[in-house]
């Protein structure tokens, strides 16, 4: 049902270049590289993430609640992939457990604020 998800940046360049290591161990690469957005996936027929300097012109800033979910493929790789996200300058907001019956999942926030886990349900 998700197309794609799009988060704010003030600083593409800075971001664009965080992202594309923080999203390569999940084999996502840029699949749009715009002036004025960047987005990664798998392909554009797949789901995928962009960050944007914001149309209005205005600062970016980050939702009260807003938050971005990866699915992993098991939990080991919801453990590889938090432990990657830390080493490359995001902060916790939730080492990696079981947060309800098979629902396993770790939270973490990128180097502008924004809210990401990443989960295996099952």
Same mark, same amino acid.
């Given at each position: 049902?998700?197309?794609?998800?799009?988060?704010?940046?003030?600083?593409?360049?800075?971001?664009?270049?965080?992202?594309?290591?923080?999203? @390569?161990?999940?084999? +996502?690469?840029?699949?749009?590289?715009?002036? %004025?957005?960047?987005?990664? !996936?798998? &392909?554009?027929?797949?789901?995928?993430?962009?960050?944007?300097?914001?149309?209005?012109?205005?600062?970016?800033?980050?939702?009260?609640?807003?938050?971005?979910?990866?699915? @992993?493929?098991?939990? +080991?790789?919801?453990?590889?992939?938090?432990? %990657?996200?830390?080493?490359? !300058?995001? &902060?916790?907001?939730?080492?990696?457990?079981?947060?309800?019956?098979?629902?396993?999942?770790?939270?973490?926030?990128?180097?502008?604020?924004?809210?990401?886990?990443?989960?295996?349900?099952?």
């Amino acid at each position: 049902m998700i197309g794609y998800v799009t988060l704010g940046t003030n600083d593409l360049p800075k971001s664009g270049e965080y992202f594309d290591k923080l999203l @390569a161990p999940l084999g +996502a690469k840029r699949v749009l590289d715009l002036p %004025h957005g960047i987005f990664w !996936g798998t &392909s554009l027929a797949e789901p995928f993430l962009g960050l944007m300097k914001p149309a209005n012109g205005n600062a970016a800033n980050v939702g009260n609640g807003t938050m971005v979910a990866i699915a @992993a493929k098991d939990r +080991a790789q919801v453990d590889a992939f938090y432990a %990657h996200a830390k080493e490359n !300058g995001c &902060s916790c907001e939730g080492a990696p457990g079981e947060r309800m019956p098979g629902f396993y999942a770790a939270y973490f926030r990128t180097p502008d604020g924004h809210k990401m886990n990443i989960f295996k349900m099952g």
